[in-house]
């Protein structure tokens, strides 16, 4: 009993150092480590409990930021906020509870035979539950591993399998640390090391099939940096309408394209059209398009929509299809909105897109865009990469104040671009605000709580990355045929504990 106390503190302290591996901690070396120790529980025989442990310490540490929501901006009292974003967070890491008590299960029922055999085990049960957390309880893809490794010598399998590519190859990685420090081997140790430095170096030298062209943009994303709990007040829109008025007028002429941010205006494009189109024309006529943030309505059905347009022509806009948890959106809402309402918890009325994703026109170009949390949802942007010459994405990230968040929210970013090959302008109402090239390099960035422009070139590209013509299909196909090659009744190599 003692000995699986032990284990599960363990898993849990695991859970939090592998979040360290995201920003703005940027360790991705300790992540690996971490999962390594979590894989090597799970080797050890752990039960299911050591797995709740591991993803409940996780997402404490890596998403604690949704209590700052609920208590700070959603007037919930401290211990209500508390007990939702401990609800929330214990939902969540029930997927790797589920992960352990699956292994266990084939651990007894197959007989993998070599040290290949587990790390391939491991690795493709990692890589199905990482694919699982895209849709379960609505879908909470946030801290997947592949974005803690976005700046290590393995971001080149990006641009041919996406984000869960660099999953994999982290996966694999601390599957076979764990399996030698189990099975220490000075031999294989050492040809762990060269394999991977190796694979390092391959991969650093694959070629990029998404090219510049001569074509630039000069683009600017506006950061007005109104706090939240101001932003909603309707005392506070028309100063908010004056502010980014007085921050776009001088890029008037000087810019292509200006970008506010998400609910940039927190209104119905009917209530301020006077002002905004107006504003917007005069920009026009000096050759600067300006594209906001701001809420649209259905008049047949009554819905509202969190909605990215064009103010010099309505008719061009992009409805939001992924709603934030607990935000915009309630997860299991049959029973938990009632505690919402109840409790006082920010609960939003707005609804996803049923319209198939579509770029819209800004100026001369096809712009893609997407809205806040889809950013975490890379393989449905792949459906219209073709079509588009650039990105445009919005964010409120005031909603979790000067946390982790923002800063994750970034590094989401930043691999779409390395995934889709294409230049990202990001504008959020209080950071970070950035103009992000193909290679998800940030050229230029406004950081939290500021208040300002960032204005920046993007250059237009030629070519298409893999992954935008295939998605994920390639990764989960290699996980699940792993897997299933493992399932022959085999005997598993003795591990000592």
Sequence with gaps: MRQTWLMTLSAFALGGLYSLGFAPYNLPYLTLAALGGFFVLLLRGAPVRVGYAFGFGLFLAGAYWFYISFHHFGDAVEAVAALVTLVFLALLA???ALLAWVYQRLRQSVQPRSALSHVALL????????ALRLWLFGGFPWLSLGYALIDTPFVNLVRYGGVHSLSAIGAVMAANLAYLLLQPNRRSLLLALVGYTVLGLVVMQLPNPVQTTEKTLKVAAVQPNIAQHQKLLESQLQPSIDLLKSQTAPLAGQVD????PESAVPSFIELTH??????AAETRIAGTDVVTGLFTVDYDT???YNTLVNLNNLDEYYRKHRLVPFGETIPLRRWLAPLAIRFNIPLGDLFPSDEPLAPFQVGDHSVGAFICYEA????????IVDQ???WLTVSNDAWFGDTSAPHQHLQITRMRAIETGKPIVRSSNTGISAIIDHNGDVTAELGVNQLGVVTGEIALTTGQTLYSKLGNWP???LSWGALFVLLAPRKWPRISK
């Design 475 to 477: 990764i989960w196909v």
């Design 257 to 260: 394209v200006v970008l506010w």
């Design 388 to 390: 588009i010459d650039y």
């Design 123 to 130: 690795a493709s049960l990692w890589m199905i539950f990482e």
């Design 376 to 383: 975490a949802y890379g393989h449905e942007l792949t459906e």
């Design 94 to 96: 029930l997927v790797f």
């Design 274 to 279: 006077e002002q905004l189109l107006g504003f």
């Design 302 to 304: 009554r819905e509202v």
